[in-house]
Every structure is written in C-alpha cells, then in structure tokens.
C-alpha cells in the first residue's frame, strides 16, 4: 500500500475523441497534492483546461482560484482563461500548470461552501510550509494544531504523541518544543469537527500580516530594490523587511507601464487637506515581468474594488492602461459572495497530509550511523526533508527578500517515553522559545512616508 498522505495516481479526464491526434496534453497538480492529466482539443483556450479541473473537483466558488504555470525565466504566471494555451505556455508538452488560490478573501467567512474553505487551509498550509507567508510563532502553533484537530480529530488515543506530530511539516523551522507545543495546543480543540477547525484556521490565518499578499521584485529610482505587494486594500511598499508605504486603491488614480518601467499616480491629501499627485516610478528586470505586474494589478483592483467588471468602453476606468486590450473578464468578489448558487449539501473526501518518519525513528537512525548534528532542516535535510522556499513572481537567482538564519537547537532525547517534555533546563527552554519566536515572528510594520515620497 502506498505510504500514508501519498498522493494517488495520475487521474485522466479526455476532453477529446479517443485517438485524436490533434489532443493538447495538460498535467495539472492539485492543492491536495494529486495529479490530474487533460486531454483538450489542440486550440483548446485557458478556460477549457479551467473548467474540467473544477468540473473534476465539483467545485461550485470558482471565482477565487486560477491555474499557474512557470516560464523560461523561472517566473509564475497565471493562465490567461480568455487565450489558446499553447501560445501562453512554452514549457511542453505536455503542459504543467498548477491550480491554486489567485484572489484570498478578504474575508473567508463569506465563502459559502465546506469544500471551498478546505482548499483555502490547504493553500495557506503550502504558503506557511514554503516560507511565502511569515507566520508568528504563537499562531503557527494555533493554526498546526487546528489541522491536527480537522485531521485526525480529538487527541486522546495512546498514538497521540508528540512524536506523532513530528510527522507532520507545518513550517520551515520546525523543533521539537514547537512540536510538544502544538501537541498541547492541539488538546485544546476537543471537541471540533473538521469544519470547524477549519473555519477557526482561516478567521487566524486572516490576520497574518502578509496573508494573501501578491509580492513583485521591483527597483526605485534610486537604484534600490523594493517589492510592490497586491492587496484587497491596495498595494503595499517593502524596503527589505519593512513595510514603508501603503497605496490604497481608490487613491491609485492610474496604472501604466512602458517596457520595463512601471508608474503609479497616486493622490495624497496634504496638510490643509489639499489633493497632492505623486508620480512613481519602479522598473522591473524586462518588459514581459513589468506586464505581467500590471495585469496582476489590474485584476486585483477589479475584484476586490469593483462591484461589477469595468470591460466595456463605456465603462472603461482611467486606472486601465488605454494602450492595452487587456480587461479583467472574471467576476468581482462582491459577485462571488452574493451570486453564487448555494447547494444544500455537498460531499468530498479529504485527503490525508503527506506524513515523514518521525523524529524518534530519524534520531534513532541518525545515532546509528554518525554523531547527531543538529535538527535543522538546512543542515540536516534527511531528518526534515523541508520543501525549499518558495517565492512566486521572483527570479531563483535573486536573494530573499525576508532572509533568516535556522534556528540551530538540537535538545537532548529520551527514548524511554511516551509523552515528550521540553527538554534542557528552564534557561534552555526559554532559549528556544526566543528563537522560535524570533525566527517565525511577523514583519515590523514600519511606516516612512517622507522617506518614501523623497527616495521613489
């Protein structure tokens, strides 16, 4: 039998006549770690590949989600649902794209549907496991135990052990007093279905400061790097780890770009209260990336802002580069939550984490074979087997823009017991704990406006 949380096999949907030569082969992962392979018709457009992998899903709140592809240059972009797929993808065939969460709620107690509320706690576990959003230390310990807790449900069988959550890989820097921890938190939720695990994961998960944040690696006019992240709001300004500005929507009165440079008009009330126009101007490393941000921009003011699309030229906003065709053709989160069609009841079976040795059999094999080194996922990938980092929309020869150093802990061990304690002394603990939390803890949110006004 395959091992546990393994992923099936490869699933076939044939959207063409058997033996077709003229088939377009697609290969799509999903958020639960299975596989979906697509035969289309050779002109097939992004929105026939889209519509059988939510067809295959019986997924009903669509709107949220798009597939994602990655190009030469090592960048992610999303399918263009309205083009033929063969000339947005130049990777294959067969085709590999992902399917994935393109627009968070602003706020997932509006999404409608159990089934679409698993795939959101699905995609924040891969974003907090990859170090694509930050995460404080406390809550990473909340949202690992409310996936135990919608997982394997309440914790009181001999099994339940801290060396059973071990198994499980819920963030980049993973010890084990973060493990003991989570076990005790997990005790905490007795009582809750996996609905409402997942229901309380997500009102948590919202708050994260970077939670559905769209980050893009830009240069200022100095020279220096920053990154421009999409929000429901607005577009958020990062120097580093600091946050320096924020650009609301509705003050963001034009978006445009040519070639490789990028420019936002945006108003600011002065102090008399004065309407003042600043211009920014940010490059990207080549014109393919800098279109690509300003559609992404575009799309994300339209579904969070607009009630309903502006694409028609009548209604055409001036926030939209007249220059371009491009026009957001999806719908608005505010059609999203009051149209959708609401079915009484809805069954789906969730899938099992993928599950790792756990840390007593790594330790016990490590002692066998060499002298333990210390339990970090970058020195020591046999024990942890981390996924490496991953940072949409960022070329792989760049560096992180949020770098931190592992935490090197390695606490003695004791294989005579059932239930873990932290181990060391009170100082040793306390030394841990500080680590974690310096580690995991959330970005400083700084603001410097005159910096930003005189610097881009």
């Not at 449900?153 to 801290?162: A, F, N, R, V």
């Not at 240069?219 to 500005?245: Q, S, V």
């Not at 059609?335 to 756990?358: D, V």
């Amino acid at each position: 039998p395959p091992p546990a949380g393994a992923p099936p096999g490869p699933q076939h949907i044939q959207a063409v006549a058997a033996g077709s030569r003229a088939a377009l082969q697609c290969r799509v992962q999903l958020l639960d770690g299975a596989e979906v392979s697509v035969e289309l018709p050779k002109q097939a457009k992004g929105q026939d590949l889209f519509d059988q992998i939510v067809y295959h899903l019986d997924l009903i709140e669509t709107d949220y989600f798009g597939l994602q592809f990655m190009d030469m240059s090592q960048v992610m972009h999303w399918l263009d649902l309205s083009k033929p797929i063969k000339k947005q993808i130049k990777i294959g065939p067969p085709y590999l794209l992902h399917f994935r969460i393109k627009y968070y709620s602003s706020e997932p107690n509006n999404l409608h549907e159990e089934f679409t509320r698993y795939l959101f706690v699905l995609q924040l576990r891969q974003d907090i496991l990859s170090g694509k959003l930050k995460c404080p230390y406390e809550t990473a310990v909340e949202l690992a135990a409310l996936c135990l807790q919608a997982e394997l449900g309440e914790c009181e069988h001999p099994e339940h052990t801290p060396e059973l959550v071990s198994e499980f890989r819920f963030t980049p820097n993973q010890t084990e007093a973060m493990e003991f921890e989570i076990f005790q938190k997990w005790k905490e939720f007795r009582g809750k279905s996996p609905a409402q695990a997942e229901m309380c994961y997500l009102n948590k998960a919202k708050w994260l400061e970077m939670y559905g944040v769209d980050m893009h690696v830009v240069k200022g006019r100095d020279g220096c790097e920053y990154a421009l992240g999409l929000t429901p709001t607005g577009i958020l300004i990062f120097e580093g780890a600091n946050k320096i500005g924020l650009f609301f929507w509705p003050k963001i009165t034009k978006m445009d770009f040519k070639k490789s440079k990028l420019t936002l008009v945006v108003v600011e009330d002065d102090d008399q209260g004065r309407e003042q126009e600043h211009t920014f101007v940010f490059r990207l490393d080549s014109a393919k990336t800098c279109k690509h941000l300003w559609k992404c921009a575009v799309e994300h003011h339209a579904f969070f802002r607009l009630r309903t699309p502006a694409n028609t030229k009548s209604s055409r906003s001036d926030f939209i580069r007249l220059g371009s065709r491009f026009r957001f053709s999806g719908r608005t989160e505010y059609q999203a939550t009051h149209g959708s069609r609401l079915r009484r009841t809805s069954t789906f079976e969730r899938r099992p984490s993928k599950r790792y040795p756990s840390r007593r059999h790594t330790v016990y094999k490590a002692n066998n074979t060499m002298k333990l080194s210390p339990l970090c996922a970058k020195n020591n990938p046999e024990v942890h087997n981390y996924q490496a980092l991953y940072h949409p929309n960022m070329h792989l020869g760049q560096s992180h823009w949020h770098p931190h150093p592992p935490v090197n802990v390695s606490p003695p061990y004791h294989e005579d017991r059932l239930y873990w304690k932290a181990s060391g002394e009170d100082s040793n603990v306390r030394y841990i704990y500080e680590q974690n939390q310096k580690n995991l803890g959330g970005i400083q949110s700084l603001l410097y406006q005159d910096k930003l006004m005189t610097t881009l």
